[in-house]
Structures are given as C-alpha cells and as structure tokens.
C-alpha cells in the first residue's frame, strides 16, 4: 500500500496568511493526488484533483502542486471559513489511502 | 444537483453486521464507482472498498477483506455496504463517495455505526 504523510498536523494561522501544507508519498502517483477539505460533522469535499486541477465552485486563493512523491496545498490567504482539517488522498492505485490530516486553527 | 443520501444511523451488538446504503441522484449512476471511506471518532479517513454499478465489479482494502460486501442496483441507483464479525474499533461515521477517476467528487451525509460489546 502505498503510505501518505502529511506535514504539519496542525497549525495555528491568522486571517489573511498564507498557509502551506505538504503531502509525501511512500513511492511515486505521477500527479494522482487530491486534496479534501472537512469540518466538523461534515463530509470531506473535494478542493484539489490530479494534484493541481482546483475543482468547480472552489475558491482561487486554494491552489496545489507537486508530482512524484511531494505535493503541495498552499491557501494564498486564509478566510474564516478555511479552518477546517484538510487530507490528501492518492488515486494512483488501490487501495486508496489518504494522509493523516492537518488541522487548521485560529492563532 | 447530485445527492448521495444515505441510511440512518445504526446501533449493533458486537459479532452482528451492519448495512449502509447510499442513494445517488442527480448522477449518471453507471459513470461512476462508489466507494465507502470511514472515520473512527477523532480519526482520519479509511477506504473501505468501491464497487462500478455497471459491471458489479468490487475491489476492496485489505484490513477488510473477508469482513465487507460492497453491493449496488443500478434499477435504485442505490450501494450498499456490509461490514460483518462487527467489533468495538468498528465504531465510525462510514461514508458513500462517488468517483469518476479516483477523486472524491460527491459525498453522502455519513452514517454512524456504533458497536456495542
């Protein structure tokens, strides 16, 4: 299977920062890699796909890059409503796994 | 606009089964597969398994072989997922999420299934 680790776990940022968060796969997924937004009690909902395709009806200030082994989601200045917890998922092969997780709070 | 509605949450006795369903709407039902993702409390996201409607065909994770069926009528356009030999670390909310690649596009509401000893 194919591990993904995602870096921080959580951090602590303010409105209006730009905030990085980063993927490793255990062994490459080309660009099959997305990236998933959840709030409490919520289910997750797709922001990024193929790496760095921005879904429809996502807002421009999420955007993501890499491929390989390393991604990237970057959030060029944060809102309110981003604080959330957001996953990476690998699509390259089955079984699909995602990454820990990275709690995004207010400082 | 696509609807993924799930079963209602569910109480069950260690060593019993369980079985979730998901309805789609709104959705061309044999474009996409369905997969089943859980999250124990406090927890990250698990694929469970996924299942292409058209074709019947399943493809599951590991950690579950043997345990879960993931079934689908296209005439309902409704899945299932059965998690059998239930135990206490199976508590979680359980998702349906359908998928024309492997990305996550639409999610159902999430069921939570709790076990108890």
């Known amino acids: 299977d194919i591990q993904m680790t995602q870096s921080p776990s959580s951090l602590s940022a303010s409105v209006g920062d730009r905030v990085t968060i980063t993927c490793r796969a255990s062994?490459?997924?080309?660009?099959?890699l997305n990236w998933y937004q959840q709030k409490p009690g919520k289910a997750p909902k797709l922001l990024i796909y193929?790496?760095?395709r921005l879904q429809s009806g996502v807002p421009s200030r999420f955007s993501g890059s890499g491929s390989v082994t390393d991604f990237t989601l970057t959030i060029s200045s944060l809102q309110p409503e981003d604080f959330a917890t957001y996953y990476c998922?690998?699509?390259?092969?089955?079984?699909?796994?995602f990454g820990g997780g990275t709690k995004v709070e207010i400082k | 606009q696509v609807q993924l509605v799930q079963s209602g949450a569910d109480v069950k006795k260690a060593g019993s089964s369980v079985k979730v369903s998901c309805k789609a709407s709104?959705?061309?039902?044999?474009?996409?597969?369905i997969s089943w993702v859980r999250q124990a409390p406090g927890q990250g996201l698990e694929w469970m398994g996924r299942?292409?409607?058209?074709?019947?065909?399943?493809d599951y994770a590991q950690n579950f072989q043997g345990r879960v069926t993931i079934t689908a009528d296209e005439s309902t356009t409704t899945a299932y997922m059965e998690l059998s030999r239930l135990r206490s670390e199976d508590t979680a909310v359980y998702f349906c999420?359908?998928?024309?690649?492997?990305?996550?596009?639409?999610w159902g509401q999430g069921t939570l299934v709790t076990v108890s000893s």
């Open positions: 193929a790496a760095s």
């Open positions: 062994q490459t997924i080309i660009s099959y």
């Open positions: 299942i292409l409607p058209i074709f019947g065909t399943t």
């Open positions: 998922q690998q699509s390259y092969s089955i079984p699909f796994t």
């Open positions: 999420a359908a998928a024309q690649t492997g990305d996550f596009e639409y």
């Open positions: 709104g959705v061309t039902f044999s474009t996409y597969t």
